[in-house]
């Protein structure tokens, strides 16, 4: 009545209650945040990610940005992860974050592409 804000009152459930408190006591600055601009149509983009699309606006007809974020590089690339399979999309990734995260990946693909280490248990 007194913030003049318009709407219509609906009962919540428990389980309604708190998951509106957890996402909106998780919605703080973060320490690495970045925008990601993925080749999805905002309304599609929020129809596959649900409750999980908080932050994103349409960026022109065929991109969304997207908002992550995370207390450091890992936790910020977390949020990436979930781009679907097959969307491109670029990123702001900040410095250092950026060059950490760069350089885990490189190892990644150098550990992926060597052999497997040898089964313990194979007497090899």
């Known amino acids: 009545e007194h913030t003049h804000v318009l709407f219509t009152s609906r009962n919540l459930t428990p389980p309604q209650i708190e998951e509106f408190i957890l996402i909106a006591s998780s919605w703080t600055p973060q320490s690495v945040e970045a925008d990601v601009v993925m080749e999805l149509p905002f309304a599609q ?16 007809e065929c991109r969304t940005r997207w908002p992550v974020g995370g207390g450091d590089w890992r ?33 990644m693909l150098r550990a992926l592409d ?9 007497g090899a």
Not at 45 to 60: I, L, V
Not at 76 to 101: C, H, I, K, N, Q
């Open 45 to 60: 983009m929020r129809r596959q990610f649900g409750q999980w699309s908080q932050g994103a606006t349409e960026e022109d």
């Open 75 to 107: 936790e910020a690339m977390y949020g990436m992860l979930y781009v679907p399979e097959g969307v491109e999309y670029t990123t702001d990734f900040p410095e250092p974050a950026r060059s950490e995260l760069r350089e885990s990946l490189e190892r």
């Open 114 to 122: 060597a052999p497997p280490p040898a089964d313990p248990d194979s």
